[in-house]
């Protein structure tokens, strides 16, 4: 029996950066996967309140999301945040002490797994790129391959590599609550990975696979930022690129 795919769309993507949401449901439908989202109804996965010291407040938050997915009949779900991610499919078992009732990918390894499905629909796009690899996909949970078969899959884009990547990629300063109580610090960081270490990639995007470095770089400017998934339906419309 196919699985029944529940979107999570995470705090940020649900109400800050909207585009990466609609980016995302809109290729999931181009790619003819079914999936559902809660809509008002979604809540957030306590990540911040685990992360700043609220283990209490969170675990209220935990039961909640476990039951209401659940019992909906959801036996997977995918989110764009990596630390919904992490939250999910790391903490909540530990918290419950139990096994979750549904699986739980970051939208990264929902896409790499169907790359099939999407390849012949991929367009040219001649683009200089470098990925970078958020805290809370790469060093925590490992994921550092499928956002880059993602990128290299697309005709003619050129994916470049900072020299500290993967499991010693520097952290884009939103995350553990930097972002919200500390936003000088926070956009400081971004602006100096901006300003130092990109630099010298002669690229005019960063490609991002979280909501948070997503918005931070943003906020520092002076880059284009584009989401993953954005990035891959940008190549599906076959729209102009910036090489």
């Known amino acids: 029996m196919a699985d029944r795919l529940l979107y999570w769309k995470g705090c940020m993507s649900r109400l800050k950066v909207k585009g990466i949401a609609d980016s995302t449901m809109e290729l999931l439908d181009l790619m003819g996967i079914r999936y559902d989202t809660l809509g008002g109804d979604e809540g957030c996965c306590g990540s911040i309140l685990l992360r700043t010291g609220y ?14 997915i659940g ?11 990596p630390g919904c991610y992490r939250t999910f499919a790391s903490e909540y078992p530990k918290m419950i002490a139990a096994d979750l009732p549904f699986n739980v990918q970051h939208i990264s390894q929902l896409l790499s ?6 390849r012949n629909k991929l367009k040219p796009l001649k683009m200089d790129v470098v990925y970078h690899d958020p805290c809370h996909l790469g060093r925590h949970m490992g994921i550092y391959e499928e956002p880059r078969r993602l990128i290299k899959a697309i005709p003619g884009i050129r994916l470049a590599e900072f020299r500290q990547n993967r499991s010693l990629a520097l952290c884009c300063g939103s995350g553990g609550g930097v972002r919200s109580a500390l936003p000088d610090v926070s956009t400081a960081v971004a602006k100096s990975i901006i300003d130092g270490p990109l630099g010298p990639l002669g690229v005019r995007a960063i490609i991002t696979a979280c909501p948070f470095c997503y918005y ?16 891959l339906l940008r190549s599906c419309k076959g729209e102009r690129s910036n090489g």
């Not at 797994?113 to 999407?118: I, S």
């Not at 931070?216 to 990035?231: C, K, M, S, Y």
Request: some cysteine.
């Open 216 to 231: 931070n770089f943003n906020t520092a400017g002076g880059v284009e930022v584009i989401d993953l998934p954005q990035l």
């Open 71 to 81: 019992d909906a009949g959801y036996t997977k779900m995918v989110t764009s945040c």
């Open 113 to 118: 797994e169907n790359l099939g499905a999407l």
């Open 55 to 68: 283990p209490e407040e969170a675990k209220k938050l935990v039961r909640l999301n476990i039951s209401q």
